[in-house]
């Protein structure tokens, strides 16, 4: 089968190469999957470097979300069966025509979604529901200021944040994306590259700030700014490249919380929590307040992966970039 195989840490997606591999084996517990298609991150242009937390052995298929066509089972699973359409994820392996990936890292595909559309929700709508309410604790009224908004997880947030009753400020480097962001349901949009950005979120807000910081960027510091008191930060992720050093006197002397939200460590740490979070984006979907947005036009086939990253890498993207890997869009 095709998949792209990183087998030296590489500069960056233009070094990438599809490659004919053996197709894999799943073992007992997994499922074998026909990929439909791939989810495209931001931290796949990290993990080729070898620059991300998660560091695999080379070599490795890159890759990390997908949906498909469920192939093979263990005989002892009772949740799917061939033919089942499902989305997961895994830390590698997304890449390519077929995926072994455990059946507990998998979910029957809602029958509204199409496989581009589930292809992305596994890591951007958790990460942000668990962002929003398991670390932020939201509450209908709050203030959200919510960066890189027209991204994956940007969206997902503005999405879940309305659905939760939140008033949200959409932060984005380009007012181009003003209207995607106004589409998923935000209040207010601003431009994180005005100077005055920080004056203005103080502005839309009365005076108060924002209770809530969503942070993918890396903006705590200049955030800080425009914080309410008592206000919490959550820190999900450093898009802009740098981890920041933040002024700590400006947590204690506006009482915020900064914190921090990694889904993936949610399976070693509170794996109790994940049916939660789920069940939850699960009614939002079906009550139709919260919908993946993907990216059009849609990238097509294992050698636009290395567009596909070019693009996120740019910032010319919104919402979620999908590589369709079967032959035919359902979008």
């Known amino acids: 089968m095709r998949a792209i195989v990183v087998k030296s840490w590489l500069k960056g997606p233009g070094d990438m190469e599809v490659t004919d591999i053996p197709m894999p084996v799943a073992k007992d517990g997994e499922l074998l999957v026909k990929v439909d298609s791939a989810g495209v991150n931001f931290f796949d ?6 620059k991300y937390q998660i560091k695999p052995a080379l070599p490795f298929t890159l890759g990390a979300e997908f949906s498909g066509t469920v192939v093979k089972i263990s005989p002892s699973d009772t949740r799917f069966a061939v033919g089942d359409r499902v989305f997961g994820s895994n830390v590698t392996g997304a890449y390519a025509e077929y995926i072994a990936v455990p059946s507990i890292h998998c979910f029957p595909i809602p029958s509204a979604l199409s496989f581009e ?35 994956g997880v940007g969206i997902a947030a503005v999405q879940i944040a309305k659905a939760l009753g939140a008033h949200v400020i959409a932060a984005t480097g380009s007012k181009d994306k003003f209207d995607i962001c106004r589409q998923q349901g935000a209040d207010h949009c601003i431009n994180y590259h005005d100077a005055d950005w920080t004056n203005q979120v103080i502005k839309l807000t009365d005076g108060k700030g924002a209770d809530i910081v969503y942070d993918p960027v890396g903006k705590v510091e200049e955030s800080l700014k425009c914080v309410a008191w008592n206000g919490r930060i959550v820190v999900v992720g450093f898009a802009a490249g740098a981890i920041e050093k933040v002024a700590t006197n400006r947590i ?3 009482n915020v919380a900064v914190t921090g939200v990694y889904w993936g460590a949610y399976a070693l740490n509170e794996p109790e929590r994940i049916p939660e979070v789920w069940d939850a984006l699960f009614k939002l979907a079906e009550d139709g307040l919260i919908r993946p947005v993907v990216f059009q036009p849609i990238f097509h086939g294992l050698d636009q992966v290395k567009d596909a990253l070019k693009a996120i890498t740019h910032r010319e993207t919104y919402g979620k970039a999908v590589v369709k890997l079967s032959e035919y869009s359902k979008l």
């Open 252 to 254: 204690l002397l506006k």
């Open 117 to 151: 559309q589930a292809a992305g929700i596994y890591i951007t709508y958790p990460t942000s529901y668990a962002g929003l309410v398991l670390r932020a604790k939201v509450q209908r009224g709050d203030w959200v200021l919510v960066h890189a908004a027209a991204g």
């Open 45 to 50: 242009v990290l993990m080729i470097a070898g």
